[in-house]
């Protein structure tokens, strides 16, 4: 199964969301070997998840949560909030809340539990810069991302992201992200991971998707900017994988 997470960032309101949805539905042929997660921004969550309600194999997910179930954090959403708007899934440590708003590591490890106690599946997005990746750091820092957030037994998704790679047009060879995906399944394997799901993310579009998805480590990719475009969208998600 392999899983095509759109991550619209800061774009499409609620009214253009749904005119997005009907597009790609009447686009998109559904496949039994593909998944279709959207992470719409928080206004447009329940719009997204009315619109896929009950079509199988697709879900609508929050860009991120509070740790907090509830309280005074102005302009934040938890968990239980998105999971009442129809979240089924969360992205966590997304590289632009670890390096635009500062999130730590264990704020990471936080949010991962208040998504699990929610009832929402994480996706934890890990990544080195480029520094760290010139410095021969990669696997040193996506280790310690990971073992911050995740737990023995837990249900988790990964998203594999090279921050030098996400919004630059530049993206990972397959081969680069097949070497950091074994290295993450085999940290995985260690910790009795239920089912070992490894994303992909940083400048996939239609024409590298294919190259990228015909390496066995990737069980799927989450995609930016080009899943803003419906028609563009359900095209990749078509991705014929060889
Ligand atoms: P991009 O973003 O596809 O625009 O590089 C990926 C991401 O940030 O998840």
Request: charged share 20%; aromatic share 6%.
């Amino acid at each position: 199964m392999n899983v095509f997470a759109a991550n619209w960032k800061m774009h499409l309101g609620p009214a253009d969301a749904r005119d997005y949805v009907t597009t790609f539905l009447r686009t998109y042929t559904p496949q039994p070997d593909r998944a279709v997660w959207f992470f719409p921004p928080a206004v447009s969550l329940q719009a997204v998840a009315d619109a896929l309600a009950g079509k199988e194999g697709l879900l609508a997910g929050a860009q991120d949560i509070h740790w907090e179930p509830k309280g005074a954090f102005t302009g934040a959403i938890s968990g239980p909030l998105a999971a009442q708007a129809g979240a089924r899934a969360v992205l966590v440590g997304h590289s632009e809340r670890r390096h635009l708003f500062g999130e730590t590591d264990a704020e990471t490890g936080r949010k991962l539990d208040a998504a699990v106690a929610a009832g929402l599946h994480p996706v934890l997005c890990v990544g080195e810069t480029l520094a760290q990746r010139e410095r021969g750091e990669t696997l040193a820092v996506v280790t310690r991302q990971l073992a911050a957030a995740v737990k023995s037994g837990v249900d988790v998704t990964i998203a594999y992201e090279p921050v030098w790679a996400i919004g630059t047009g530049r993206n990972a060879t397959p081969q680069d992200a097949a070497a950091v995906h074994r290295a993450i399944r085999r940290w995985l394997e260690a910790r009795a991971t239920p089912i070992i799901r490894i994303l992909y993310g940083g400048s996939v579009n239609l024409k590298n998707a294919a190259e990228l998805l015909a390496e066995r480590e990737l069980d799927g990719v989450l995609v930016g900017g080009a899943s803003l475009d419906p028609v563009a969208w359900a095209q990749l998600v078509q991705t014929r994988i060889s």
